[in-house]
């Protein structure tokens, strides 16, 4: 679905000649994955994100986006159909005064028949369970309910894969749990492609595989439990673990017969709960 190859990326009003904000990323995100981005602030995850996009071209290097080739202006409505993006503020993003209004201003610029459009609508709003506010002001909404209209917007135009780039961060815990359901939902049961940049580690726990990125590149990879085990490699660049996969590395450091990758409650439950 996301794939690069040698990618580099420098900003043009970059002074320094040496300073790219990407080095070298290769990667083969495919379709249905569920990839959650981690890295501190400066590590390069929104410029990423931006060049999944189009909204920024490699300085070197290719991406393609379920094959075509980002860097081919004629295909840039094409790519932005297939890969839809979600920011970190809601306000943001919408754009018009009743919710259903603003959810149709996607499908509407594609030109769509009002039937189909109306049908997208619906269908979205149902998806992200904001149906019932339908004719409401966007403005009374919480923000978690701003950021599930953002994304409904998004799935309106159908795309196979969304890039989330810190949709969280601006919530209280009750508006980040309703969108971390959201997002779960779209992958497993829409079987959409996600892309989740957080750097809340706890939100990162149940995705197929985590990207660690520092200083513009991708430094760690893999499952959640095996980028997590790395307790030291992360706190090197600055990173936290989940609470509990960090308890349960220092009770193995203090020689208790504890999983260091333990990442839920109820694993390092059970584990404290054999030890004699
Ligand atoms: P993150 O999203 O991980 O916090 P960014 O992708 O925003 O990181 O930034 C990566 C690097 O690119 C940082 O060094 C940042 O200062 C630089 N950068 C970001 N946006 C711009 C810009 N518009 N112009 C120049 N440099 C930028
Ligand atoms: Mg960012």
Redesign the pocket.
């Given at each position: 679905m996301i794939k690069t190859e040698g990618l580099f990326f420098k900003?043009?009003?970059?002074k320094d000649e040496n300073?790219y904000?990407l080095k070298n990323i290769n990667l083969n995100i495919v379709d249905g994955e569920f990839v959650v981005i981690i890295?501190?602030?400066?590590?390069?995850?929104?410029?990423?994100s931006k060049l999944f996009n189009g909204i920024y071209y490699p300085t070197d290097g290719k991406i393609y986006i379920d094959g075509l080739d980002t860097s081919d202006e004629s295909q840039i409505w094409e790519i932005r159909k297939r890969a839809g993006m979600v920011f970190q503020n809601p306000d943001n993003q919408l754009v018009a005064t009743i919710v259903e209004e603003d959810v149709a201003f996607g499908p509407e610029n594609l030109g769509l028949p009002s039937e189909e459009i109306r049908a997208r609508v619906d269908e979205a709003l149902e998806s992200v369970k904001m149906s019932a506010f339908k004719r409401k002001p966007p403005h009374h909404l919480s923000g978690g309910q701003k950021q599930r209209v953002a994304i409904a917007g998004i799935l309106a135009m159908k795309p196979r894969c969304i890039i989330f780039?810190?949709p969280t961060a601006m919530l209280d815990p009750s508006g980040r749990k309703e969108v971390m359901q959201t997002i779960a939902h779209l992958n497993k049961d829409e079987k959409m492609t996600i892309v989740h940049?957080t750097h809340f580690m706890d939100e990162a726990v149940e995705a197929d595989r985590i990207l660690v990125?520092d200083e513009?590149e991708i430094v760690l990879e893999g499952k959640p439990k095996e980028v997590f085990s790395q307790v030291e490699k992360l706190k090197e660049i600055g990173l936290d673990v989940p609470q509990v996969t960090l308890l349960s590395f220092e009770l193995n450091q203090m020689g208790y017969a504890v999983n260091k990758e333990n990442l839920t409650v109820d694993e390092l439950v059970e584990n404290l709960c054999q030890l004699k």
């Open positions: 900003y043009d009003d970059e300073k904000a890295g501190h602030n400066g590590s390069g995850k929104s410029t990423l780039d810190e940049i990125m513009g």
